[in-house]
């Protein structure tokens, strides 16, 4: 019985997901095969062929991809087996590789630009700034409420407290946590 009800979920999600990307693969989203999104992400139909999502990748609730209509050169890309949780925020305006495997937990948002602020400036229709690529490698683990600015490349392995705001680069293996995030140990290091 258990078999069944977890083969007609499977089978109820599958549909669901159909419906939810048939707009953007319309519009030329780029997806793998045995892709999963779930209800509410809001994609940049102008610019959604700009964004590659590969095999096996789920999508969380309420997510939200954002491409600059005007640039044409930004680019999103998720890697295969990759899981990204509910409310999530990947906007670029440059380039944004996420890795192979990783899991994005709850409520992560990924950025390669800001607004442009500053005295007598007003963020709201001042523009955003030149993106600067992002990059997070393979089987990363991201917790809840992670923000990754702009720059930051991420080696493979890292992982990445709840809460933390990654300014920084970090090579492959890192545990890193805080605002701004900085290196507990190394997953590779003899020494743990």
């Given at each position: 019985?258990?078999?069944?009800?977890?083969s007609l979920l499977a089978a109820r999600n599958g549909l669901l997901t159909f419906f939810r990307l048939l707009v953007p693969r319309v519009l030329g989203l780029r997806t793998?095969?045995?892709v999963q999104a779930g209800g509410g992400i809001e994609w940049?139909?102008?610019?959604?062929?700009?964004?590659?999502v590969g095999d096996n990748v789920s999508l969380g609730r309420r997510g939200w991809?954002?491409?600059p209509l005007n640039n044409r050169q930004a680019r999103i890309e998720i890697g295969s087996g990759t899981a990204?949780?509910?409310?999530?925020?990947?906007?670029?305006?440059?380039?944004?590789?996420?890795?192979?495997?990783?899991?994005?937990?709850?409520?992560v948002?990924?950025?390669d630009h800001s607004h442009v602020t500053g005295p007598a400036v007003a963020p709201v229709s001042s523009g955003l700034t030149a993106g600067q690529a992002v990059m997070i490698g393979d089987k990363c683990f991201l917790g809840c409420?992670?923000?990754?600015?702009p720059g930051v490349c991420l080696g493979d392995n890292?992982?990445?407290?709840a809460n933390s705001v990654v300014t920084k680069s970090f090579e492959a293996g890192s545990v890193i946590a805080g605002a701004p995030a900085k290196l507990l140990r190394n997953l590779f290091s003899k020494e743990t």
């Open positions: 019985m258990v078999k069944l009800l977890r793998g095969g045995n940049p139909l102008g610019n959604v062929r700009n964004i590659r991809f954002y491409l990204i949780g509910n409310d999530f925020v990947i906007t670029s305006n440059d380039s944004i590789k996420i890795g192979r495997e990783c899991l994005l937990s709850y409520r948002t990924v950025m409420n992670v923000v990754i600015m890292c992982v990445v407290g």
